[in-house]
T-cell receptor
Framework: DSGVTQTPKHLITATGQRVTLRCSPR?????VYWYQQSLDQGLQFLIQ???????AKGNILERFSAQQFPDLHSELNLSSLELGDSALYFC????????????????FGPGTRLTVL | EDKVVQSPLSLVVHEGDTVTLNCSYE??????LLWYKQEKKAPTFLFML????IEKKSGRLSSILDKKELFSILNITATQTGDSAIYLC????????????????FGKGTLLTVNP
């Protein structure tokens, strides 16, 4: 158990719908990262937040958005869902990310499996 | 664009064999290379490497980084069936803007199957 929690574990929804995935980082971790893992694309970095602010963006679609709240939990919002959005979505956390810090390992949550029908 | 290539894609060995997994990368403003093991759940951290030539070791697993040739290897000796998993290599870089824009780019992984 990494200490990172994600809810829900599984989510099945229809095309065109909107869903919210939730992540609570390990106690003391300020950085949260979101990843999408599909069979053909592997693990893809989506977005990173540090202490409530967006810090890096990867291959995140405009239909997707995220935020990190004052209590450091984060939500990933996926809208206008398409069949191709079906994937495993991971959240990871680390102590810090900034240039002055050691580039800490990221600890992954158990993931949310999203199925779009 | 940052790129991480792992080889082989898949490997099947017998218990007791030694395996070497490869990871080569092209990353702007390299900062770290990480290895993860993924079974049927979330990736779990194995090693983080930031300096060339220094071997990191944990039990039967070891890894080394060559920053000049831009690659890393992960060795597993005396493999066991419990080593069967996907091994992911990820490289952290700061991108062209440098500063605080650190992000990890993952390779597609090597699927290791250890047969009894």
């Amino acid at each position: 158990d990494s200490g990172v929690t994600q809810t829900p574990k599984h989510l099945i929804t229809a095309t065109g719908q909107r869903v919210t995935l939730r992540c609570s980082p390990r106690s003391g971790d300020l950085s949260v990262y979101w990843y999408q893992q599909s069979l053909d694309q592997g693990l893809q970095f989506l977005i990173q937040y540090y202490n409530g602010e967006e810090r890096a963006k990867g291959n995140i679609l405009e239909r997707f958005s995220a935020q990190q709240f004052p209590d450091l939990h984060s939500e990933l919002n996926l809208s206008s869902l398409e069949l191709g959005d079906s994937a495993l979505y991971f959240c990871a956390s680390s102590v810090a990310h900034s240039a002055g810090a050691s580039y800490n390992e990221q600890f992954f949550g158990p993931g949310t499996r999203l199925t779009v029908l | 664009e940052d790129k991480v290539v792992q080889s082989p894609l898949s490997l099947v060995v017998h218990e007791g064999d030694t395996v070497t997994l490869n990871c080569s990368y092209e990353v702007t403003n390299f900062r770290s290379l990480l290895w993860y093991k993924q079974e049927k759940k979330a990736p779990t951290f194995l090693f983080m490497l930031t300096s060339s030539g220094i071997e990191k070791k944990s039990g039967r697993l070891s890894s080394i980084l060559d920053k000049k040739e831009l690659f890393s290897i992960l060795n597993i000796t005396a493999t066991q069936t419990g080593d069967s998993a996907i091994y992911l290599c990820a490289v952290g870089g700061l991108g062209h803007s440098g500063g605080s824009n650190y992000k990890l780019t993952f390779g597609k992984g090597t699927l290791l199957t250890v047969n009894p």
